[in-house]
């Protein structure tokens, strides 16, 4: 996609100054609007130049639906001293002490907590990378068992900040997830593991591929059911809020 010009305004979605982001897009044969919940943007793309006020009347036109999308369980939560993450599902308060030396820590003597470190200013990021360290740890153990269970072998193992996806196997048999797997129970964790393990033996959804899952000791019901409903409030966590500029850029 080629994109010729931005504009950053902003759209009131009931007392909420929201960003509102256009795009000229010249392959774009309609008006796109699409939110993004967790960054609590609004985009949309116009083919022409000349039609930019009509994309921002096509998106005040649909602030209820925007309104809809835009729910405060999903909007960005950067990590900050004293905040609650399920780590592994389960809640652990974040306890900053800008004196502790080392990487960051887990300590359960009265309550779960993760101790850390550091600048203020850097908390956010030191979780985030410290979160996907213990992501890859977890999944590539998860991996390798299932892989060992079904007699195949893995190509890389990649942790990666998607919005949409919890995991996925390509063809040549390189496995990718989400490093926010690392905030969901460790069964739930395991069975995105397994699934994507099967798709080494089945590249489809097919009822041998199910087998496949549930041979590996997965529920794919309960994890289904458990992601559907914990699943997208997950995406938010570790996301910086993005102000809006004061004036959109000359």
Known sequence: MTINHITRTEINIGARATPLITRVNRRAKRLILKVDPVAGEIHVTAPSKRAVPEAIRFAHERIDWIASQL???????????????????IDHIILHDEKLRGGPRIDNDVMPVIRIGGRPEHLNRRVCDWLKRQARLKLTESVDRHCAELGKTRRALRIRDTKTRWGSCSSDGDISFCWRLILTPADIL????AHECAHLIHMDHSPAFWRVVRGLGADPRRAADWLNANGPGLYAYGVASQPAPDHPPA
């Open 190 to 193: 395991d069975y995105v593991a």
């Open 71 to 89: 729910t405060d369980n999903l909007r960005a939560r950067p990590f900050k001293n004293g905040m609650k993450v399920p780590y592994e599902g």
